[in-house]
Protein backbone atom coordinates (compact mmCIF):
# COMPACT_ATOMS: atom_id res chain seq x y z
CA UNK A 1 0.00 0.00 0.00
CA UNK A 2 2.55 2.32 0.80
CA UNK A 3 5.21 3.17 -1.83
CA UNK A 4 7.74 5.87 -2.49
CA UNK A 5 7.89 7.32 -5.47
CA UNK A 6 11.16 8.49 -7.17
CA UNK A 7 10.25 12.30 -6.94
CA UNK A 8 10.40 11.60 -2.84
CA UNK A 9 13.58 10.78 -2.91
CA UNK A 10 15.98 13.46 -2.30
CA UNK A 11 19.07 13.73 -4.09
CA UNK A 12 21.74 14.31 -1.46
CA UNK A 13 23.28 17.53 -2.31
CA UNK A 14 19.22 19.21 -1.81
CA UNK A 15 19.58 17.37 1.43
CA UNK A 16 22.75 18.13 2.41
CA UNK A 17 21.28 22.23 1.64
CA UNK A 18 19.09 21.72 4.37
CA UNK A 19 20.97 22.63 7.11
CA UNK A 20 23.79 25.18 7.42
CA UNK A 21 25.53 25.15 10.80
CA UNK A 22 26.25 27.99 12.79
CA UNK A 23 29.17 27.87 14.64
CA UNK A 24 28.12 31.06 16.82
CA UNK A 25 24.66 30.30 17.16
CA UNK A 26 25.26 29.41 20.61
CA UNK A 27 26.38 33.11 21.59
CA UNK A 28 23.51 34.63 19.28
CA UNK A 29 20.78 32.50 20.52
CA UNK A 30 21.65 32.94 24.45
CA UNK A 31 21.91 36.72 23.56
CA UNK A 32 18.26 36.81 22.12
CA UNK A 33 17.53 34.94 24.95
CA UNK A 34 18.49 37.74 27.35
CA UNK A 35 16.66 40.04 25.16
CA UNK A 36 13.37 37.85 24.91
CA UNK A 37 13.45 37.64 28.72
CA UNK A 38 13.35 41.30 29.15
CA UNK A 39 10.69 41.69 26.29
CA UNK A 40 8.22 39.27 28.20
CA UNK A 41 9.64 41.26 31.27
CA UNK A 42 8.09 44.96 30.46
CA UNK A 43 5.01 43.45 28.73
CA UNK A 44 2.86 43.47 32.10
CA UNK A 45 -0.27 42.06 32.73
CA UNK A 46 -2.45 44.72 30.70
CA UNK A 47 -1.23 44.37 27.21
CA UNK A 48 -3.82 45.33 24.56
CA UNK A 49 -5.38 42.37 22.71
CA UNK A 50 -3.42 42.53 19.80
CA UNK A 51 -1.53 40.20 17.48
CA UNK A 52 2.06 39.51 19.03
CA UNK A 53 4.16 42.38 16.92
CA UNK A 54 6.65 40.23 15.74
CA UNK A 55 10.33 41.97 15.67
CA UNK A 56 12.03 41.48 12.42
CA UNK A 57 14.18 38.27 12.94
CA UNK A 58 17.69 38.27 13.41
CA UNK A 59 19.75 37.58 10.43
CA UNK A 60 21.62 34.32 10.19
CA UNK A 61 25.36 34.68 9.68
CA UNK A 62 25.90 32.65 6.60
CA UNK A 63 27.84 29.88 6.39
CA UNK A 64 29.78 28.48 3.16
CA UNK A 65 28.21 30.54 0.92
CA UNK A 66 24.74 29.73 0.98
CA UNK A 67 22.10 32.32 0.42
CA UNK A 68 20.32 34.31 2.77
CA UNK A 69 17.33 33.59 4.76
CA UNK A 70 14.78 35.70 4.63
CA UNK A 71 12.14 34.17 1.77
CA UNK A 72 14.35 31.01 1.78
CA UNK A 73 12.92 27.76 0.95
CA UNK A 74 13.38 24.15 1.98
CA UNK A 75 14.77 21.51 -0.10
CA UNK A 76 11.27 21.26 -2.02
CA UNK A 77 11.17 24.89 -2.94
CA UNK A 78 8.47 25.34 -0.41
CA UNK A 79 8.46 28.93 1.24
CA UNK A 80 9.20 29.77 4.81
CA UNK A 81 6.34 30.12 6.59
CA UNK A 82 6.22 33.76 7.87
CA UNK A 83 7.75 34.42 11.18
CA UNK A 84 4.37 36.14 12.11
CA UNK A 85 2.46 33.19 11.26
CA UNK A 86 4.72 31.02 12.59
CA UNK A 87 4.71 32.48 16.23
CA UNK A 88 0.84 33.37 16.35
CA UNK A 89 -0.71 30.28 15.47
CA UNK A 90 0.19 27.56 17.65
CA UNK A 91 -1.38 24.60 19.29
CA UNK A 92 -0.13 24.48 23.00
CA UNK A 93 -3.24 23.01 25.39
CA UNK A 94 -1.03 24.18 28.62
CA UNK A 95 -2.10 27.87 27.83
CA UNK A 96 -5.60 27.66 26.06
CA UNK A 97 -6.91 25.44 22.63
CA UNK A 98 -7.18 28.24 20.45
CA UNK A 99 -4.06 28.78 18.37
CA UNK A 100 -4.47 32.04 18.20
CA UNK A 101 -4.55 32.89 21.05
CA UNK A 102 -1.28 31.24 22.78
CA UNK A 103 1.03 33.98 21.86
CA UNK A 104 -0.21 36.61 24.44
CA UNK A 105 -1.09 34.06 27.47
CA UNK A 106 1.82 32.80 27.13
CA UNK A 107 4.16 35.86 27.31
CA UNK A 108 5.18 35.67 31.00
CA UNK A 109 6.07 32.15 31.10
CA UNK A 110 9.36 32.00 32.77
CA UNK A 111 12.19 29.84 30.63
CA UNK A 112 15.07 30.92 32.81
CA UNK A 113 16.46 29.17 35.14
CA UNK A 114 15.44 26.30 33.76
CA UNK A 115 16.82 22.52 33.55
CA UNK A 116 16.41 19.16 31.84
CA UNK A 117 16.75 16.30 33.99
CA UNK A 118 18.20 13.29 31.72
CA UNK A 119 17.90 9.77 32.88
CA UNK A 120 16.60 6.55 33.84
CA UNK A 121 18.56 3.18 31.27
CA UNK A 122 21.69 5.30 31.07
CA UNK A 123 25.47 5.10 32.36
CA UNK A 124 25.43 8.43 32.97
CA UNK A 125 22.55 10.42 33.96
CA UNK A 126 22.34 14.45 33.53
CA UNK A 127 21.02 17.63 34.52
CA UNK A 128 21.27 20.21 31.42
CA UNK A 129 20.72 23.54 31.65
CA UNK A 130 19.99 26.39 28.94
CA UNK A 131 23.97 27.14 28.63
CA UNK A 132 24.57 23.45 28.56
CA UNK A 133 21.89 22.62 25.81
CA UNK A 134 23.74 25.53 23.71
CA UNK A 135 27.03 24.13 24.22
CA UNK A 136 26.33 21.57 21.41
CA UNK A 137 26.57 22.88 17.85
CA UNK A 138 23.73 24.41 16.64
CA UNK A 139 22.23 23.86 13.37
CA UNK A 140 19.77 26.09 11.70
CA UNK A 141 17.41 22.87 10.23
CA UNK A 142 14.64 23.89 7.92
CA UNK A 143 11.38 21.81 7.98
CA UNK A 144 7.83 21.09 7.17
CA UNK A 145 5.63 20.55 10.29
CA UNK A 146 2.47 18.96 9.40
CA UNK A 147 0.14 19.00 12.25
CA UNK A 148 -2.56 16.10 12.57
CA UNK A 149 -5.20 18.91 11.69
CA UNK A 150 -4.11 18.85 8.48
CA UNK A 151 -2.19 22.44 8.28
CA UNK A 152 1.14 22.92 8.28
CA UNK A 153 4.12 25.42 8.04
CA UNK A 154 7.52 25.31 6.71
CA UNK A 155 10.07 26.84 10.07
CA UNK A 156 13.88 27.35 10.45
CA UNK A 157 14.40 25.91 13.37
CA UNK A 158 17.54 26.31 15.21
CA UNK A 159 18.79 23.03 17.31
CA UNK A 160 20.85 20.61 17.60
CA UNK A 161 20.65 16.24 16.89
CA UNK A 162 19.41 14.72 20.12
CA UNK A 163 21.35 11.24 19.41
CA UNK A 164 24.25 14.18 20.41
CA UNK A 165 22.72 14.52 23.90
CA UNK A 166 21.39 11.05 24.06
CA UNK A 167 25.15 9.78 22.94
CA UNK A 168 26.27 11.73 26.15
CA UNK A 169 25.15 10.13 28.89
CA UNK A 170 25.24 6.63 27.16
CA UNK A 171 22.01 4.67 27.20
CA UNK A 172 22.51 1.17 28.42
CA UNK A 173 21.38 -1.84 26.41
CA UNK A 174 18.09 -2.63 27.89
CA UNK A 175 16.87 1.25 26.89
CA UNK A 176 14.50 0.97 24.23
CA UNK A 177 12.35 3.93 24.46
CA UNK A 178 12.90 7.65 25.07
CA UNK A 179 10.53 9.79 27.19
CA UNK A 180 9.80 12.90 27.28
CA UNK A 181 8.06 15.58 29.67
CA UNK A 182 6.58 19.02 29.52
CA UNK A 183 6.62 21.09 32.57
CA UNK A 184 3.72 20.76 35.13
CA UNK A 185 3.46 24.00 36.85
CA UNK A 186 -0.62 24.85 36.78
CA UNK A 187 0.09 28.17 37.74
CA UNK A 188 2.16 29.04 34.51
CA UNK A 189 0.12 26.93 32.39
CA UNK A 190 -3.45 27.17 33.08
CA UNK A 191 -4.33 24.66 30.78
CA UNK A 192 -3.22 22.12 33.55
CA UNK A 193 -5.91 23.29 36.20
CA UNK A 194 -8.41 21.36 33.96
CA UNK A 195 -8.17 17.18 34.76
CA UNK A 196 -9.65 16.00 30.80
CA UNK A 197 -6.42 15.52 30.24
CA UNK A 198 -3.41 13.51 32.18
CA UNK A 199 -0.82 16.22 32.45
CA UNK A 200 2.24 16.74 32.58
CA UNK A 201 2.48 16.52 28.47
CA UNK A 202 4.32 13.28 27.63
CA UNK A 203 5.82 12.01 24.32
CA UNK A 204 8.03 9.18 22.79
CA UNK A 205 10.10 7.93 20.35
CA UNK A 206 11.18 4.54 19.69
CA UNK A 207 15.46 4.98 20.65
CA UNK A 208 16.38 4.44 16.88
CA UNK A 209 13.96 6.89 15.88
CA UNK A 210 15.51 9.72 18.80
CA UNK A 211 18.78 8.65 17.00
CA UNK A 212 17.83 9.37 13.59
CA UNK A 213 19.71 12.31 12.13
CA UNK A 214 16.22 14.52 11.92
CA UNK A 215 14.93 14.65 15.33
CA UNK A 216 16.49 17.51 16.70
CA UNK A 217 16.30 19.15 20.14
CA UNK A 218 15.40 22.90 19.45
CA UNK A 219 16.53 25.99 20.93
CA UNK A 220 15.69 28.69 18.58
CA UNK A 221 13.46 29.66 15.40
CA UNK A 222 14.19 32.32 12.50
CA UNK A 223 17.69 32.43 14.11
CA UNK A 224 16.15 33.48 17.62
CA UNK A 225 15.85 32.14 21.14
CA UNK A 226 12.19 30.18 20.88
CA UNK A 227 9.54 32.59 22.07
CA UNK A 228 7.30 30.53 25.01
CA UNK A 229 4.57 29.77 22.37
CA UNK A 230 6.77 27.59 20.45
CA UNK A 231 8.03 25.69 23.50
CA UNK A 232 10.70 27.97 24.74
CA UNK A 233 13.14 27.20 25.83
CA UNK A 234 13.87 23.50 24.50
CA UNK A 235 11.63 21.32 22.45
CA UNK A 236 11.72 18.24 20.17
CA UNK A 237 11.06 18.35 16.36
CA UNK A 238 10.90 15.61 14.68
CA UNK A 239 9.75 16.25 11.22
CA UNK A 240 8.28 13.30 9.77
CA UNK A 241 5.51 12.49 12.66
CA UNK A 242 2.77 14.67 13.28
CA UNK A 243 3.22 18.16 15.19
CA UNK A 244 2.02 16.52 18.18
CA UNK A 245 5.08 14.31 18.84
CA UNK A 246 7.37 17.18 18.78
CA UNK A 247 6.84 18.05 22.41
CA UNK A 248 7.10 21.51 23.54
CA UNK A 249 9.30 23.04 27.12
CA UNK A 250 11.14 20.08 27.98
CA UNK A 251 12.43 19.15 31.68
CA UNK A 252 13.20 15.81 31.75
CA UNK A 253 14.21 13.33 29.20
CA UNK A 254 13.90 9.55 30.43
CA UNK A 255 15.58 6.65 28.49
CA UNK A 256 13.26 3.71 29.45
CA UNK A 257 12.39 -0.46 28.36
CA UNK A 258 9.04 -0.02 28.22
CA UNK A 259 6.53 1.94 25.55
CA UNK A 260 5.84 5.67 27.35
CA UNK A 261 2.20 6.58 26.65
CA UNK A 262 1.74 9.87 25.30
CA UNK A 263 -0.58 11.97 26.52
CA UNK A 264 -2.66 11.51 23.51
CA UNK A 265 -2.42 7.92 23.94
CA UNK A 266 -4.44 7.87 27.20
CA UNK A 267 -6.70 10.65 25.79
CA UNK A 268 -8.24 8.91 22.73
CA UNK A 269 -6.45 5.77 22.34
CA UNK A 270 -8.41 4.42 19.50
CA UNK A 271 -7.03 7.88 17.44
CA UNK A 272 -3.82 8.55 18.55
CA UNK A 273 -0.80 5.38 18.39
CA UNK A 274 2.64 5.83 19.42
CA UNK A 275 4.46 5.94 16.09
CA UNK A 276 2.08 8.92 14.22
CA UNK A 277 4.44 8.90 11.25
CA UNK A 278 2.13 11.20 8.56
CA UNK A 279 0.72 9.33 5.94
CA UNK A 280 -1.58 10.43 3.37
CA UNK A 281 -3.30 6.75 2.83
CA UNK A 282 -3.79 6.27 6.71
CA UNK A 283 -6.70 8.98 7.41
CA UNK A 284 -7.37 9.88 10.64
CA UNK A 285 -10.71 7.93 12.38
CA UNK A 286 -12.82 10.89 11.89
CA UNK A 287 -10.88 13.04 9.05
CA UNK A 288 -8.43 13.13 6.38
CA UNK A 289 -4.93 13.29 6.24
CA UNK A 290 -4.74 13.06 2.24
CA UNK A 291 -4.24 16.81 2.07
CA UNK A 292 -3.07 19.73 4.21
CA UNK A 293 -3.58 23.46 4.09
CA UNK A 294 -0.08 25.03 4.12
CA UNK A 295 -0.29 28.07 6.23
CA UNK A 296 -0.12 31.46 3.97
CA UNK A 297 -1.65 29.28 1.20
CA UNK A 298 -4.81 29.19 0.04
CA UNK A 299 -4.94 26.25 -2.14
CA UNK A 300 -4.64 22.40 -0.16
CA UNK A 301 -1.85 20.80 -1.22
CA UNK A 302 -1.12 17.27 -1.13
CA UNK A 303 0.61 15.37 2.14
CA UNK A 304 3.33 13.38 1.45
CA UNK A 305 4.49 9.98 2.96
CA UNK A 306 7.05 10.46 6.11
CA UNK A 307 5.76 14.32 5.39
CA UNK A 308 8.60 13.89 2.78
CA UNK A 309 11.43 12.55 4.62
CA UNK A 310 10.69 8.89 3.70
CA UNK A 311 14.16 8.82 2.32
CA UNK A 312 15.58 9.26 5.19
CA UNK A 313 13.31 7.41 7.87
CA UNK A 314 11.69 4.64 6.44
CA UNK A 315 14.08 2.37 6.73
CA UNK A 316 13.04 2.52 10.85
CA UNK A 317 9.33 1.04 9.49
CA UNK A 318 9.24 -2.75 9.09
CA UNK A 319 6.84 -4.05 7.42
CA UNK A 320 6.30 -0.54 5.75
CA UNK A 321 2.65 -0.91 5.58
CA UNK A 322 1.88 -1.61 8.82
CA UNK A 323 -1.04 0.68 9.71
CA UNK A 324 1.01 1.09 13.20
CA UNK A 325 3.35 3.21 12.38
CA UNK A 326 0.66 6.00 10.62
CA UNK A 327 -1.55 7.44 13.54
CA UNK B 1 -44.29 58.24 19.48
CA UNK B 2 -45.36 55.52 16.78
CA UNK B 3 -41.68 54.40 16.44
CA UNK B 4 -41.50 53.84 20.51
CA UNK B 5 -44.70 52.62 20.69
CA UNK B 6 -43.65 49.92 17.21
CA UNK B 7 -40.12 49.70 19.19
CA UNK B 8 -41.81 48.31 22.64
CA UNK B 9 -43.59 45.70 20.58
CA UNK B 10 -41.01 44.42 17.99
CA UNK B 11 -37.62 45.78 20.10
CA UNK B 12 -36.51 41.57 19.95
CA UNK B 13 -37.36 41.20 16.06
CA UNK B 14 -35.00 44.22 15.62
CA UNK B 15 -32.16 42.77 18.01
CA UNK B 16 -32.19 39.58 16.19
CA UNK B 17 -31.91 40.70 12.37
CA UNK B 18 -29.60 43.56 13.51
CA UNK B 19 -27.94 41.24 15.49
CA UNK B 20 -27.16 38.90 12.72
CA UNK B 21 -26.48 41.19 10.07
CA UNK B 22 -24.24 43.05 12.09
CA UNK B 23 -22.21 39.87 13.02
CA UNK B 24 -21.89 39.34 9.29
CA UNK B 25 -20.56 42.41 8.39
CA UNK B 26 -17.89 42.88 11.58
CA UNK B 27 -16.99 39.40 10.12
CA UNK B 28 -16.45 40.52 6.11
CA UNK B 29 -14.90 43.80 7.88
CA UNK B 30 -12.90 41.73 9.60
CA UNK B 31 -11.37 39.70 6.79
CA UNK B 32 -11.10 42.93 4.90
CA UNK B 33 -8.83 44.47 7.23
CA UNK B 34 -6.65 41.30 6.93
CA UNK B 35 -7.07 40.41 10.35
CA UNK B 36 -7.69 36.57 10.08
CA UNK B 37 -3.67 36.41 9.78
CA UNK B 38 -2.96 33.11 9.91
CA UNK B 39 -5.47 30.78 8.67
CA UNK B 40 -7.73 32.47 6.88
CA UNK B 41 -10.14 29.26 5.34
CA UNK B 42 -10.01 28.07 8.74
CA UNK B 43 -11.38 31.01 10.70
CA UNK B 44 -14.27 31.63 8.08
CA UNK B 45 -14.85 28.17 8.03
CA UNK B 46 -15.37 27.92 12.16
CA UNK B 47 -17.06 31.37 12.56
CA UNK B 48 -19.59 30.72 9.88
CA UNK B 49 -20.41 26.97 11.19
CA UNK B 50 -20.48 28.11 14.84
CA UNK B 51 -22.36 31.12 14.22
CA UNK B 52 -24.87 28.86 12.64
CA UNK B 53 -24.94 26.50 15.12
CA UNK B 54 -25.29 29.49 17.83
CA UNK B 55 -28.66 30.37 15.84
CA UNK B 56 -30.24 26.92 15.37
CA UNK B 57 -29.60 26.76 19.67
CA UNK B 58 -31.07 29.94 20.09
CA UNK B 59 -34.08 29.25 17.64
CA UNK B 60 -34.85 25.96 19.66
CA UNK B 61 -34.30 28.09 22.75
CA UNK B 62 -37.60 30.13 21.75
CA UNK B 63 -40.57 27.96 22.34
CA UNK B 64 -38.71 26.39 25.66
CA UNK B 65 -38.04 29.78 26.59
CA UNK B 66 -42.16 30.74 26.51
CA UNK B 67 -42.72 27.38 28.16
CA UNK B 68 -40.77 28.48 31.35
CA UNK B 69 -41.34 32.03 31.56
CA UNK B 70 -44.19 32.72 29.30
CA UNK B 71 -42.17 35.52 27.25
CA UNK B 72 -44.32 35.27 24.48
CA UNK B 73 -42.27 37.63 22.11
CA UNK B 74 -39.74 34.91 21.66
CA UNK B 75 -42.34 32.83 19.49
CA UNK B 76 -42.21 35.76 16.96
CA UNK B 77 -38.21 35.87 16.38
CA UNK B 78 -38.25 31.68 15.95
CA UNK B 79 -38.22 31.28 12.38
CA UNK B 80 -35.92 34.03 11.62
CA UNK B 81 -33.33 32.68 13.48
CA UNK B 82 -33.90 29.06 11.66
CA UNK B 83 -33.60 30.81 8.49
CA UNK B 84 -30.96 32.75 9.32
CA UNK B 85 -29.03 29.77 10.75
CA UNK B 86 -29.76 28.04 7.19
CA UNK B 87 -27.89 31.35 5.95
CA UNK B 88 -24.97 30.60 8.04
CA UNK B 89 -24.97 27.38 7.26
CA UNK B 90 -25.16 27.49 3.69
CA UNK B 91 -21.80 30.09 3.49
CA UNK B 92 -19.94 27.62 6.14
CA UNK B 93 -20.69 24.98 3.60
CA UNK B 94 -19.60 27.07 0.20
CA UNK B 95 -16.26 27.67 2.37
CA UNK B 96 -15.98 24.21 2.55
CA UNK B 97 -16.40 23.37 -0.77
CA UNK B 98 -15.28 26.71 -2.64
CA UNK B 99 -12.15 28.36 -1.00
CA UNK B 100 -11.39 25.06 1.24
CA UNK B 101 -11.38 22.26 -1.57
CA UNK B 102 -11.77 24.67 -4.51
CA UNK B 103 -14.52 22.93 -5.97
CA UNK B 104 -12.74 19.51 -6.81
CA UNK B 105 -15.03 17.55 -6.95
CA UNK B 106 -12.40 14.11 -6.80
CA UNK B 107 -10.82 16.01 -3.83
CA UNK B 108 -13.92 15.94 -1.99
CA UNK B 109 -15.55 12.53 -2.86
CA UNK B 110 -12.31 11.11 -0.67
CA UNK B 111 -13.07 13.70 1.91
CA UNK B 112 -16.32 12.64 2.30
CA UNK B 113 -15.18 9.09 2.80
CA UNK B 114 -12.98 9.77 5.41
CA UNK B 115 -14.86 12.37 7.50
CA UNK B 116 -18.14 11.25 9.01
CA UNK B 117 -18.46 14.36 10.02
CA UNK B 118 -18.77 15.86 6.98
CA UNK B 119 -22.46 13.73 6.24
CA UNK B 120 -23.83 14.35 9.95
CA UNK B 121 -23.07 18.22 8.63
CA UNK B 122 -24.29 17.87 5.16
CA UNK B 123 -27.44 15.85 6.71
CA UNK B 124 -28.31 19.24 8.84
CA UNK B 125 -27.84 21.17 5.92
CA UNK B 126 -30.46 19.47 3.98
CA UNK B 127 -32.68 19.71 6.59
CA UNK B 128 -32.52 23.29 7.26
CA UNK B 129 -32.56 23.72 3.43
CA UNK B 130 -35.92 21.66 3.17
CA UNK B 131 -37.48 23.75 6.62
CA UNK B 132 -36.49 27.32 4.90
CA UNK B 133 -37.69 26.38 1.74
CA UNK B 134 -41.48 25.78 3.79
CA UNK B 135 -41.30 28.30 6.15
CA UNK B 136 -43.40 30.25 4.67
CA UNK B 137 -47.50 31.09 5.89
CA UNK B 138 -48.02 29.77 2.24
CA UNK B 139 -46.38 26.37 2.72
CA UNK B 140 -47.67 26.14 6.15
CA UNK B 141 -51.03 26.25 4.91
CA UNK B 142 -50.71 23.81 2.13
CA UNK B 143 -49.26 21.29 4.61
CA UNK B 144 -51.60 22.32 6.95
CA UNK B 145 -50.80 19.26 9.78
CA UNK B 146 -47.97 17.92 8.11
CA UNK B 147 -46.57 20.93 8.34
CA UNK B 148 -45.38 20.84 12.17
CA UNK B 149 -44.60 17.34 11.71
CA UNK B 150 -42.36 18.31 9.23
CA UNK B 151 -40.44 20.89 11.11
CA UNK B 152 -39.59 18.31 13.71
CA UNK B 153 -37.21 17.50 11.74
CA UNK B 154 -35.36 20.33 13.16
CA UNK B 155 -34.35 18.64 16.27
CA UNK B 156 -32.89 15.90 14.26
CA UNK B 157 -30.87 18.86 12.40
CA UNK B 158 -29.89 19.95 16.16
CA UNK B 159 -28.90 16.72 17.15
CA UNK B 160 -26.71 15.98 13.57
CA UNK B 161 -25.02 19.93 14.08
CA UNK B 162 -23.81 18.66 17.37
CA UNK B 163 -22.70 15.30 16.40
CA UNK B 164 -21.02 16.83 13.67
CA UNK B 165 -19.33 19.19 15.64
CA UNK B 166 -17.78 16.66 18.34
CA UNK B 167 -16.78 14.26 15.19
CA UNK B 168 -14.25 17.27 13.62
CA UNK B 169 -13.21 18.48 16.60
CA UNK B 170 -9.74 17.16 18.52
CA UNK B 171 -10.74 18.79 21.71
CA UNK B 172 -14.51 18.02 22.01
CA UNK B 173 -15.02 20.12 24.96
CA UNK B 174 -16.57 23.30 23.38
CA UNK B 175 -19.04 20.70 20.85
CA UNK B 176 -20.06 18.99 24.01
CA UNK B 177 -21.00 21.87 26.00
CA UNK B 178 -23.43 22.76 23.17
CA UNK B 179 -24.24 19.08 23.35
CA UNK B 180 -25.25 19.83 26.68
CA UNK B 181 -27.51 23.29 25.75
CA UNK B 182 -29.16 20.51 22.38
CA UNK B 183 -30.08 18.30 25.23
CA UNK B 184 -31.79 20.44 27.67
CA UNK B 185 -33.61 22.36 25.01
CA UNK B 186 -34.83 18.82 24.14
CA UNK B 187 -35.68 17.64 27.03
CA UNK B 188 -37.95 21.16 28.12
CA UNK B 189 -40.26 19.61 25.01
CA UNK B 190 -40.79 16.26 26.15
CA UNK B 191 -44.82 16.56 26.78
CA UNK B 192 -44.60 15.64 30.65
CA UNK B 193 -41.49 17.92 31.12
CA UNK B 194 -43.43 20.76 29.48
CA UNK B 195 -46.70 19.54 31.37
CA UNK B 196 -44.89 19.90 34.70
CA UNK B 197 -43.53 23.37 33.65
CA UNK B 198 -46.56 24.99 32.93
CA UNK B 199 -48.21 23.96 35.46
CA UNK B 200 -45.38 25.23 37.72
CA UNK B 201 -45.43 28.07 36.35
CA UNK B 202 -49.20 29.21 36.85
CA UNK B 203 -48.23 27.96 40.50
CA UNK B 204 -45.39 30.55 40.51
CA UNK B 205 -48.05 33.26 39.02
CA UNK B 206 -50.77 32.55 41.50
CA UNK B 207 -48.01 32.77 44.55
CA UNK B 208 -46.89 35.84 43.59
CA UNK B 209 -50.02 37.46 42.55
CA UNK B 210 -51.44 36.08 45.93
CA UNK B 211 -48.37 38.16 47.97
CA UNK B 212 -48.96 41.12 45.73
CA UNK B 213 -52.88 41.26 46.52
CA UNK B 214 -51.62 40.70 50.01
CA UNK B 215 -49.36 43.66 50.24
CA UNK B 216 -51.66 45.56 48.55
CA UNK B 217 -54.93 44.92 50.00
CA UNK B 218 -54.56 46.12 53.56
CA UNK B 219 -55.71 44.20 57.08
Not at chain 1, 23 to 28: D, E, I, N, R, V
Not at chain 2, 106 to 129: K, M, N, W
Request: net charge positive; hydrophobic share 45%; with cysteine.
Amino acid sequence: MVKIDPSEITPEHVYMSRRRFIKSMGALVAGSLALAACGTGSQGAGAPPTVQPASSPVAIPSVSGLPPLIGGSDERGAKLTPFEAVTNYNNYYEFTTRKEGVAKLSQGFKTSPWKVEVGGLVQKPKTFDIDDLLGFEQEERIYRLRCVEAWSMVIPWVGFPLAKLLKEVEPVSQAKYVRFETLYDPEQLPGQKSSFYQWPYVEGLRLDEAMNDLAILATGLYGKALLPQSGAPVRLVVPWKYGFKSIKSIVKIDLVEEMPVSLWMAAAPSEYGFYASVNPEVPHPRWSQGTERRIGETQRIKTLLFNGYAEEVSNLYQPPDSREWYY
Amino acid sequence: MVLLGWLKKRWLQVLVHAGVWLTLARTLWQYWQGMFLVDPVREITTRTGRTALILLVLSLACTPINTVVGFKQVLRVRRALGVYAFLYASLHFLTFVGLDYGFDLSLIGQVISEQRYVIAGFAAGVILLLLTITSTKGWQKRLGKNWKRLHRLVYLAGILVVVHFVWLSKDWREAARYGAVVAVLLALRLPWVRTALTRGRHRVAMVISGRMRHLISPR
